[in-house]
């Protein structure tokens, strides 16, 4: 028995015995018409070796409510003009009327400076996203606490994709030695995707998870992945994700998928 088994019960026994709140579903994902407002152009890139987790949860707010996008890729502060999630027409044509008159993008000065409060704004949210995901208190309620120097929990992914989104998700063991396990989970997060939503993965080595991305889309051979390491995009054949045959940012386990109950 290696020195992770401990972690793979717990997350199986956390997840079962762990609950989250249903709300009222969010929109489904789509990519903005306004590319300032689409977060998989920005290349955003973890911002400390522990906030893989936190990166891809806050990508996948920011696919499902334009007003949070704004937030974050823009630097608008919520004036409480924002639309709600779903109102992306009028943010983009709010967006355009301050062009016309000669706001358009904020003032940082220099493309170099915007960057620069772009990455500072994603690391001060990345904080703020574990703070809950690893909490007593969490997204939707009391949870197991987790070391933040361990990275985000499944679990505690789940809860935030249950705040971000209104469904109910939960963490999914795949394990690294079950190829069936494997099949079944690429296959729910693909079912996840093809519905319009995103889904968190966890990826690692043989002993232990080490790393998140985020499935935001798919087509007839592969799943279309955010990976925070890089802040690029990468694919997914299925095959390799059963068969060992894949590596996303030097990892190549999968050990579970974060999807709707």
Known sequence: ???????????????????????????????PADERLDPLRHHLRQRSSTTCGSASLLVARALADPASAAQLLLGRPDDGTAPAAGGLGAVAARFAADAQRGAGEPDHGSTTDHADDLATRFGSAERAVMRRTNGLVGPTGLQVPWPQALGTPPWGAAHEMTRITGLRYRA??????????????????????????????????GASPRHVVLAVGHDDDALHLYEPASGDMVTLPRDQYVSDGFVIAGWTVPWAVVVPR
């Open 172 to 205: 999914r063991y795949v394990g690294p030695d079950s190829p069936t396990a494997r099949a079944a989970g690429y296959d729910a997060v693909e079912r996840t995707v093809a519905a319009g939503r995103t889904a968190p993965m966890f990826v690692g080595d």
């Open 1 to 31: 028995m290696d020195g992770w088994s401990w972690v793979r019960r717990a997350w199986g026994a956390i997840g079962r015995a762990q609950g989250a709140w249903p709300a009222a579903p969010a929109p489904l994902v789509g990519h």
